[in-house]
Structure formats: C-alpha cells, structure tokens
C-alpha cells in the first residue's frame, strides 16, 4: 500500500468548487440543532426503554458522551478541511484512497437504504390517517417531492431541513416543559408521579441495559449531515465550529432529558410505552387531548426530514467519491450547482429498498437491513483513527488551521475507540445484533478489499 503520506486527495476548495453555496448560517445552525432529534428517538426509543427500564437514562448518557466525542473529533478535521466528503475525505488523507472509498461508499449505502425505510415509516402514518390508500404510493410520492427538492437547488434542502427542525424542536421542548411541570406538580390536572417509577431501576439486570445501551447507540445516527452540508455554506469553519460546540448541550438536553421525563411520568413496562411509542404515552399520561395524533405529526415530519437529510447526505458523500476518483464519472456531473445524477441515483437506489420490502421481504431485504446494522460504527471509527494521524499531522505542517480542537487529545480519542470496540462486543454478545455485526463486518471487508485493488490499479498506471 502506498505510504498515505503521498496519497493525493482533492483540496477542499476543490472539492466543492462546482458546487453552489447556498445554504445560509441559519440553515446550517438549523440543521445541527434538529439533526440531533432523529426518527430513531421517537421511533425507537421505546423497545429500550422495554428492555432498560429507568436505567435507559444511563444507557443515553453513555452512548451520548461517546457521540460527543465523535462529533468533536469529526467537527475538527471538518473545520479545518471543509469537504463534502466530510470523514470520507478525511478518511482518505489520513490513509490512502482505499479508506475513502470503504468509509465513503459503505456510508452511502446507508444512507440510501435509510432513505427507503423512512419512507416506509411515514406512508405507514398517512395509511393510518388515510386507510385503504397503497403504502407504496405514498413513499413513491415523498420520493418524488424530497428528490425534486434536492434536484432543484441547495437551498431548498435547507429551506425543507430549517421548517422541520423548528417544528421538532418546538415539539420536543414542549414535551420537556410539560414534562418537567408535571413531575413538580405544578401542572393543572395532573398529580406528580415522584420518584415511583424509578425505584426499580435496572428491572432486567445487566442484560436489559446492554439492549438499551445498543439501541440508544443507533438512535444518534445522522449528526454526520452537519459536516456534510457545511461545504456548501456561506462560512464553512464557522458553521461546523459552531454546530459542534453545541452538540453537547443539545445531546443532553434532548435525548438524555427526554428520556429522564418520560421513565418518570410513565412505568417502564407499561405495554403503551411500545404500542403507542414512548412520547405519546407520556403525554397520554398528561391527559392532554389529542396527544397520539399530535405525535405522529411530530414523527412524520422527523421521518420526512431524516428522508430529506439522507437523500442530501448520500448524494453528496457519492459526488465528492467520485470527484476524487473513487466512483462512476457520471455521478460527478453538476448543473445549477446540484449534483443531480448522484441525487437521482441515490433516490432510485433508496425506492429499490422499497420495492425490495415488498417483493422479498423474507431474504433479500433483511439482509440488506443486517448489512447496514452496524455501518455508523465502522464509519466512527474511521473518524477516530482519521484524527488521531491528522491531528498531528496538522500539528507539523499547520498548527494554526485546527479551529476546533479535540479535548485532551490523543486520551479521549483512545476511549472513545475503547467505547466503539466495547459496542462492537456487546454487538456479538446479544443475538439479536450478532448477525448485524457480522453482515456489515462483511461488507465492509468487500470494499476494503476493492478499495486497495483499485488503488494498486491506479497506482501501477
């Protein structure tokens, strides 16, 4: 393998060069603020609170530093190489086209895939409303609408992405007030629950907080858009400077604090807490009317915005692959400042998941879902070891570009590897999530694989 220290990588100004920047500061801080609140954490969170009980709170506390670590680690090489490429293109400076290629093509394929399954989730919703209407009609439909958007110009990804952020947090801190006044009984018509449910706080043991501590890993996947879309902004190093030194507070507040609220007001093996969904059980609780409905507004406009998110996400990391060589030339095409083929291939690949939920939901889809199972990780480990050779390469030859620093650099970096390797364990452990591990694990040997064969290719000639 070539020394990665002659590895040529697209500068970052050239990486985004026929690339527009359209999306504005209040975009970019909107993005991160609601990029934080994900599908996962109304979806699913509820089957860890199943299998956790109270102790889940701990289990997002955990896994919540680990993110955090991450997102400082990626938001240094971020701002201090600004790339739509994001921790693809870092992977690929540190060490070598192969690296690219492995984190940048893996993380693709999860992004598409996600995009199919959210579509799923929100047509599940409208049939809800809607019944006797084709799901597949209406993933078909916010197909169509979210790759419009995205064909269209930058800023409408932005202008989407800002109006469903502000709904999100507005709704989740909604529920935070509310929470928070009913369990100091304050709120009219309802009786504070004190600390009743929180007595027996690790119900299943051991084992319980491991299920809740997974779950609560995957839950976080998707703050990596934020770097992503910062190449395209007015002010790239200060957006991402920005949106990672309020990624803590955020984290906390959201996800650990909602968590906190609703294992107090609702007990943790109530059967609604699954059926309904965490949120809307809590708030069920409240006796607030139309509490369930109001959710699945909620849910849906998570979902729709994780769907646009991840349409943006893949075909930006597939653009800045293939700009570096790493993919089909077409995809690097660009008009209006739009990558639109990789857009357009990103949407079809994720329709594909559709269809292949409905034609072989037995085999081949399940094994495209275990493939994709443990990807984040992959992908945060390749920040981690990215930024542990940059960091003191940029030391070296410039000390003054990292903006944003990693905290007590190399020792936190090396726990959070320790933390991803102890997940990765844990993954083996549980055999729900063995076969995940495993599935992934494969997939990301085959593109390693295929990622160093074309770098030798490229090499010799």
Known sequence: MPNSSTTVVTPPEADGASLSHGLKQRHLSMIALGGVIGAGLFVGSGAGIAAAGPSIVVAYALSGLLVMLVMRMLGEMSAAYPSSGSFSAHAERAFGPWAGFTAGWSFWVLLCTAVGLEGIGAAKIVTGWLPGTPEWAWVALFMV??????????????????????????????????????????????????????????????????????????AYGGLETVTIAAAESEDPVRGVASAVRTAMWRIALFYIGSMAVIVTLVPWDSPEVVAKGPYVAALDRLGIPGAGQLMNVVVLVALLSAMNANIYGSSRIAYSLVRRGQGPKALARVSGGVPRAAVLTSCVFGFACVLLSYWRPDDVFPWLLNMIGAVILVVWIFIAVSQLRLRRRLEREA???????????????????????????????????????????????????????????????
Not at 173 to 195: N, Q
Not at 403 to 415: G, I, K, Q, S, Y
Not at 452 to 459: E, G, S, T, V
């Open 399 to 461: 000390p003054e570009r990292p903006v944003v620093r990693m905290w007590a650099f190399p020792w936190l970096t090396w726990a959070a590897l320790a933390g991803m390797a102890t997940v990765f364990v844990l993954m083996a452990r549980e055999p729900g999530t063995r076969v995940q591990l495993y599935s992934t694990g494969g997939m990301t040997l085959f593109l390693a694989l295929a990622g160093y064969l074309r770098q030798r290719a490229r090499a010799r000639t």
């Open 145 to 218: 609408v979210f790759c419009g958007a995205n064909l269209a110009a930058v800023k409408n990804f932005g202008e989407f992405e800002f109006w469903f952020a502000a709904l999100k947090v507005g709704a989740i801190t909604l529920f935070l007030v509310l929470g928070v006044l009913a369990i100091a009984g304050v709120l009219p018509g309802t009786d504070t629950p004190g600390a009743g449910h929180l007595t027996d706080f690790l119900p299943n043991g051991g084992e319980g907080l491991v299920v809740g501590l997974l779950a609560s890993v995957f």
